[in-house]
């Protein structure tokens, strides 16, 4: 199907992506479900235990028909700009793909596309990681993530298999035979846990320590003001920020830790830096999302919103559109743009640089759509609070909470860390004598 | 309930922010905030790879 297009695609000068004229709204990411099934029954699970009944439908593995045009769009779009993008195998469990299939789409990939611009990622439930798997990752420079959510009984109360039996022991095989690996420093990029806030983050913490995992991830649970998210009271209560507390303490104690991206992001947000995922800080970020039979689609989180949420209206198929044209549509510049949280209050909110008003799944409810604040807006808060008084005891007091009395100035027009911590960094020479005493 | 008005709000605003501080030796030498202060302060100078990620996802470094 041919894209009506409402502007012009171009390389962005700045960033070397291809963007619609002047929208600036590029492809960061593009997330291929290679499989629409998965072999465990995970009960939080966003694509089989939320509100998207298409995934039904969808062909089980993608088909060589589908792959070799997942291939060729890759490339052809890497070809049309100058900056990378990032490719993750996803599903579903993505491994329920077959081998041949699998090796043939990467070493395709990775022969055209470098590891530096375009890292291919694997997100998997680990339980099929096998030693000729591991082996291809290593040769086509894949790297591997591995959702566990801390030990047996903390993992076991959501991520059991389709007959109600953990996983756990199978999951722990698989990181096992990741570390094991000869190329497990270049292999394994970590492990990836949701939250389960009546859990000790302590317990969590510890255990994927213990696990030698090269760094940890967390994800806040599924929900928005229709469907609270399980474990979190009410809107105004604080159960998750007041985990993520917790758990930044832990971290911050630890005299050997790895990193953590979920605070490794908050952190660097209040010292005037960027975060690395979506969600978190003001920039905008691009995806697109691949589905078993082509489709492409949006950011597949919105799935857990409403029923098809995340269908772009032209149904376009890698089989017969580019990239480079969805990119051009509005429904994709509308899309990007949804991360911009456009409720009043999130507008003048003096935290909206750092949280960024969190995901557009958590600010859904049927009677406003998405002009809502976070769900998670008071565990934000919270959170991002304590960060900043942790900052401050260790005397970087850069960043400051003050008024946005803007509401209509542009997402990214006027940081709110105007004079963040960053600034004596600039150059570690200018900033000795820039330094003034502090007068707060 | 109308969430648009519910967000929380600081004790005290200020319109300004207050002059900068060097950062003390305990956040120079913590093993957490040395990487990060680093990482920032490198974001715009030095071309690394492409590290943005889906949410669902951890490349880790």
Not at chain 1, 4 to 27: F, M, N, P, Q, Y
Not at chain 1, 254 to 282: F, Y
Not at chain 1, 344 to 370: I, N, T
Not at chain 1, 390 to 395: A, V
Request: proline share 6%.
């Amino acid at each position: 199907m041919t894209v009506s297009t409402t502007a012009t695609i171009e390389v962005d000068s700045a960033s070397g992506h291809l963007c619609a004229a002047g929208s600036g709204k590029r492809l960061d990411t593009v997330l291929i479900k290679t499989s629409s099934r998965c072999n465990i029954d995970c009960s939080y699970c966003y694509v089989y235990r939320g509100q998207d009944t298409k995934w039904r439908g969808l062909p089980k593995r993608m088909r060589h028909i589908v792959l070799d045009a997942v291939q060729h769009r890759l490339i052809e779009h890497a070809g049309r700009q100058r900056a990378g993008f990032a490719i993750v195998l996803h599903g579903g469990e993505p491994l329920l793909l077959e081998f041949g299939r699998l090796a043939a789409m990467l070493r395709n990939l990775r022969v055209r596309l470098c590891p530096e611009r375009y890292p291919i990622s694997v997100q998997t439930n680990g339980t099929l990681l096998n030693p000729r798997t591991l082996d291809l990752f290593a040769e086509t420079q894949t790297t591997v993530s591995v959702s566990i959510d801390g030990p047996k009984e903390v993992n076991d109360l959501g991520r059991l298999d389709h007959r109600g039996r953990s996983t756990f022991a199978m999951t722990l095989r698989g990181i096992h035979r990741l570390l094991d690996h000869p190329a497990c420093n270049t292999l394994f990029s970590g492990t990836l846990s949701v939250i389960q806030p009546n859990v000790s983050p302590a317990s969590v913490y510890g255990f994927l320590r213990r696990l030698r995992t090269p760094s940890m991830d967390f994800l806040l649970q599924d929900g928005n003001h229709d469907r609270l998210p399980p474990g979190k009271k009410n809107f105004e209560s604080t159960e998750y920020g007041q985990w993520l507390i917790k758990l930044i303490d832990l971290y911050l104690a630890d005299p050997a830790p790895v990193p953590v991206r979920i605070i490794d992001d908050t952190i660097k947000l209040c010292l005037g830096g960027s975060s690395q995922k979506e969600g978190r800080g003001k920039d905008a970020y691009g995806i697109l999302t691949i589905e078993t039979d082509g489709e492409i689609r949006k950011n597949d989180t919105l799935r857990t919103s409403f029923d098809g949420a995340d269908i772009f209206s032209g149904r376009w198929n890698v089989t017969s559109t580019d990239l480079a044209s969805v990119l051009s549509s509005q429904e994709y510049i509308d899309s990007a743009d949804m991360q911009i949280p456009t409720c009043d209050g999130c507008r003048r909110c003096q935290l909206l640089d750092v949280c960024g008003g969190g995901m557009p799944l958590y600010r859904w409810s049927a009677e406003r759509s998405y002009d809502n604040p976070s769900v998670y807006c008071h565990d934000h808060a919270v959170f991002i609070r304590h960060v900043i008084d942790r900052l401050h005891g260790f005397g970087l007091k850069g960043f400051t909470e003050h008024a946005n009395d803007s509401p209509n100035r542009s997402f990214r027009a006027r940081p709110v860390i105007d004079r963040p911590v960053v600034s004596w960094i600039r150059s570690e020479a200018d900033c000795q004598s820039e330094v003034q005493p502090n007068v707060s | 309930m109308d969430h648009r008005t519910a967000i929380p709000q600081p004790a005290s605003k200020t319109d300004s922010l207050p002059p900068m501080e060097t950062p003390s030796a305990s956040s120079a030498k913590h093993p957490v905030l040395a990487r990060l202060l680093d990482e920032v302060r490198n974001e715009n100078r030095v071309e690394v790879a492409y590290d943005r990620v889906h949410n669902r996802h951890n490349r880790g470094r």
